[in-house]
């Protein structure tokens, strides 16, 4: 039965059935309820995947996901779109990612793992420039030890920032290849 706009009455079962189903490895079945149309299963899908350690079948379904949604957080998609962060962060789009964050804070003010996630992004951006320019300019040895010192610096502060618990943390299972016949999805 569905609800006057169109949403069924038992989303919160579906949701909980798919969360569920996931964490027992029941990934084809999960996927077969979320479907690729609504995007509020979807997104329970790719949340509850994402939690669970299937980081890389996670990705393949938030991009069935508009991309202006996901880069544009607004309720009830934050945490969807604090995922879509972390990858884009992890594939070195930091500065895309850094924006996802700080709208996510400005959205969620208790939020402070986006706010992290944000300063993490913009350290990562500043070595990686500061590494280019070694590369490109080749400055002399009295500039490069300078640089050398801020990136250490840089990379300090980053592992402060990562120690603070901003990323997503799921299982063992999330770094470690799972059970072919778990981590199929229907096509």
Not at 37 to 48: E, N, R, T, W
Not at 54 to 82: G, N
Not at 171 to 186: D, I, N, Y
């Amino acid at each position: 039965m569905r609800s006057p706009i169109g949403q069924p009455q038992n989303m919160a079962k579906m949701v909980q059935l798919i969360q569920n189903s996931v964490e027992k490895g029941r990934i084809q079945f999960a996927d077969k309820i979320a479907g690729q149309s609504d995007i509020h299963l979807l997104s329970a899908l790719v949340q509850s995947l994402y939690k669970a350690g299937y980081a890389e079948l996670a990705k393949k379904r938030i991009a069935l996901i508009d991309p202006e949604t996901l880069s544009r957080p607004s309720p009830p998609f934050l945490e969807l779109s604090y995922i879509w962060a972390e990858m884009r962060y992890d594939e070195g789009y930091y500065r895309e990612a850094a924006a996802i964050f700080e709208a996510i804070a400005e959205q969620s003010g208790n939020l402070a793992a986006a706010r992290f996630g944000a300063a993490s992004c913009y350290l990562q951006e500043a070595m990686l420039n500061l590494r280019r320019r070694m590369e490109i300019y080749h400055p002399p040895e009295a500039e490069r030890i300078k640089i050398r010192k801020y990136l250490e610096d840089f990379n300090q502060t980053l592992h402060i920032i990562q120690t603070s618990g901003w990323r997503t943390v799921s299982s063992a299972e999330q770094t470690e290849p799972r059970p072919a016949r778990a981590a199929t999805l229907l096509h």
